[in-house]
């Protein structure tokens, strides 16, 4: 089974920063890599699929990067909407699985 | 894309308990569909994935030979069996619609439900 391990496990940041959340996968995944971002009570939302590919819909602040086992989200200039919690999900192979999560929180 | 979960709620250790999930606004027998979980104030699980015709399926090895995914295309309908609950069974079940596969990507859960807690404890 793929492990993912994301770093770090929380982030103190302010409006204007730019933030970059790191994704290291247990073996290979190519670039079978999504990013999602969740909100307190919500459901999460696809942000990067396919390790660099942007949804239709997202803000280009966001950007995703890496293939093999290393990957990273970065956000260019935090808007207040970005405080949030983000995952990485590997689509890899099956057991699909998560990193443990990423919180960014306002400085 | 419309997906709302329900079953959920409280339930006895070593119980069982089915979730639905009913689908609306896409072709449902078009895609695979998957229940993802969230533990009160930890990460995401991924649990089960299940294929457009329904033949193939897959499971966390937390859940395998507890919890059974399927579904029923007529009724644009999800399931979830789950027996022999657990107290870490406990969670928000989400249900999730895959993505367009493609050669590129594939088994990303793209649209989510609202979810339906479930709670295991005596």
């Known amino acids: 089974d793929i492990q993912m391990t994301q770093s770090p496990s929380s982030l103190s940041a302010s409006v204007g920063d730019r933030v970059t959340i790191t994704c290291r996968a247990s073996?290979?995944?190519?670039?079978?890599l999504n990013w999602f971002q969740q909100k307190p009570g919500r459901a999460p939302k696809v942000l990067i699929y396919?390790?660099?590919n942007l949804k239709s819909g997202v803000p280009s602040r966001f950007s995703g990067s890496g293939s093999g086992t290393d990957f990273t989200l970065t956000i260019s200039s935090l808007q207040p909407e970005d405080f949030a919690t983000y995952f990485c999900?590997?689509?890899?192979?099956?057991?699909?699985?998560f990193g443990q999560g990423t919180k960014l929180e306002i400085k | 894309v419309q997906l709302a979960e329900s079953g959920g709620g409280v339930v006895q250790p070593g119980r069982s308990l089915r979730l639905s999930c009913a689908a609306s606004?896409?072709?449902?027998?078009?895609?695979?569909m998957h229940w993802v979980r969230q533990a009160p104030g930890k990460g995401l699980e991924w649990v089960a994935l299940?294929?457009?015709?329904?033949?193939?399926?897959y499971y966390a090895d937390s859940v395998k030979g507890r919890f059974t995914i399927s579904r029923d295309n007529s009724k644009n309908t999800l399931y979830l069996q789950m027996s022999s609950l657990r107290a870490e069974d406990s969670a928000v079940y989400f249900c999730?619609?895959?993505?367009?596969?493609?050669?590129?990507?594939?088994?990303?859960?793209?649209?989510w439900g609202h979810g339906t807690l479930v709670t295991v404890s005596s």
């Open positions: 999900q590997q689509s890899f192979s099956t057991p699909l699985s």
């Open positions: 999730a619609r895959d993505t367009e596969c493609t050669s590129t990507n594939c088994y990303m859960p793209e649209y």
């Open positions: 073996q290979s995944i190519s670039s079978y």
């Open positions: 299940i294929w457009d015709t329904g033949v193939n399926k």
């Open positions: 396919a390790a660099s």
């Open positions: 606004g896409f072709i449902f027998s078009s895609y695979g």
